[in-house]
Each structure stands twice: as C-alpha cells, then as structure tokens.
C-alpha cells in the first residue's frame, strides 16, 4: 500500500516538474518571439508582412515612400492617401514603388507590436510596377502614434530595401547611373536620439545612387540636409493641402495638376481589394470627401521579418 502511495506521489511530482518546465519553456519562446517580431496566425489575418528579396530589377525608376506615422501625422495620413490615389496611376509603367513606414502606434493588443518604439519601422509593399492599390491598403491599415525613429527607418530603407534594386534600360542593361529616390514623409525630427544627417553624410561617398525628397509637414529645415547632400528636392509645406499635393506631384515626376484634374472625375484602382466611395462635401468645404475601403485578400503568401 505504502509503495502504490508512493508511486502515486512519484508520477505526481513528475507531472508537476513536466508542467512547470513547459511553462518556462513557453515563457521564454514569449519573451524571444517578441524580441524578433515573431507572429501569430491571428496577425497574419491582420496585416500583411513583407521581406525584401534579395535583388529587384527595374527598368526604369525605383521610388521608396517613407511615411513617419507618429502621432501629429493622422491628417496628413489622410490627405496622402487621396492625393496618391490619382499620382500613382500616372507614373511611368517601368517605374516601381515601394512603402516602408515608421513611428507606428505601439501596443501590444494591436496588430502589429514593437519591443522597442525606436525600432519601429517595417517594409509594407516592396518594389512593384502598378501597385498602387497595395500602397493605398498599407497605408490605411498602419496606425499613428508612436515615436519618430527617422535615423533607424533611413538606415533600414538604405541598407535592405534599397541595396539589391538594380537599375535597367528598356533593352535589359544595366543602367550607367543606379538612382535610387527615397520620398520622406514627416513632420518633425528624430525622437529617438539618431542623427539622420549625420548618417546619410557619413554614406553619400560610397551610395552615390540614392537620392531623398524631403516632404516637410511644419516649419522646420533641420532635414534640408538631406536633400543638400544626395541632389534631392526639399518641400515645405507650412500646413497648405495644395501645397502637399503639388510636392508629390513634382516628386513623383507627374504633371502639375494631376490631382486636381483626378478629382473632376471618379478614379478607380485596378483591383477589388480597395474600393473608393466620393461623398458631395460639405457646405464649408470644396472638397468631395474620399473614403477608401479595404479588404485582405483571403488568401497568399505571408513571410515574417526579423
């Protein structure tokens, strides 16, 4: 009897060592997949995450936007959504654009959580022809409100999005010059202690095929020297609409005007995963009011980046 009790307290206390293991085990799978952004079934159904692939050939230009989300950016968001909405169609068919964002709302009941806010920034379409409808779903689905890590997403977008993308001529050569134009979005500075003109001085020497457009939100200049340093174009907008949609005009390299005279008519984007619905504005405002509607695709290929 004694020996049968005994038994039973052994095979107990074996499952109570087994249990305790497991719970540390699965404790610190937690702590290490939070570290390197490791996701769940749940956040691919949410988001969409994307790897850069190791090369990208284009013939013709390779544009990356690079779009701060932090807090201040919610009204800017929304105007730039409408305004790429008729820029995006208009730009050369050999010409490729992708989207990188940073200073996201970080939580950890959202979709997509960061272990570090000066971390946060992600590749959300990589380079593509014709895919405008990609850019204007991510756009929608990232959130605002987060820090600004403006250093960190220039060197993400440099060292990993930019540095396989080669450049061809329409005879399938490649191109004498590799120019490279990043457009950043932003209304304020690095918040994250980061340096990006100190950054970008100390690289310009051996990545002479980058060039960065400046779409300055405010009255700040710090980042005109950016621009300065790879011959690109600074903007500033000073709180002007028309002045925002005039800047990616001009950066995007479409014809003046191209927003105003999309507005005059319904524009529709080649796919089913972005709906846009025109309201008539109201009695204050001259402009339509432009909602865009998102859907997932129910199915395609998911990759995580660490």
Known sequence: MLFIMAHKAGETLKKTLFLSALLILLTQAF?????????TPTTYKQIEIVQS??????????????????????KWIEIAKETLIYILPKIPDTSAVALRVFGEYNSLTSSFAYTDSCKATRLAVY????????????????????????????RETVNKDLKGVQIFTPDNKAAPVQRK???????????????????????VKSR????IDVVQLGSDNTLKCLTNQTNGKFYKIDGSRQKFETAFEDAFNVPRGTVSSGKQGLQALPSSNVKI?????????????????TSSPKRGYKFIQF
Do not use: H, W
């Open 31 to 39: 702590v290490f997949a939070g570290q390197y952004n490791v996701y």
């Open 53 to 74: 692939p190791k090369n990208a050939k284009i013939q013709g230009q390779a544009i990356e936007l690079l779009v701060d989300y932090s807090g201040s950016m919610d």
């Open 127 to 154: 380079f593509k022809k014709n895919n405008e409808a990609k850019l204007i779903d991510a756009l929608q689905k990232a959130k605002t409100g987060g820090s600004t890590p403006l250093e960190f997403a220039l």
């Open 181 to 203: 134009k990043i457009i950043l979005v932003t209304d304020g500075y690095d918040t994250c202690n980061g340096d990006p003109c100190a950054y970008i001085r100390s690289i």
């Open 208 to 211: 002479p095929d980058i060039q």
């Open 277 to 293: 619905k025109y309201e008539q504005p109201a009695k204050n405002n001259t402009q339509p009011a432009v909602q865009i509607q």
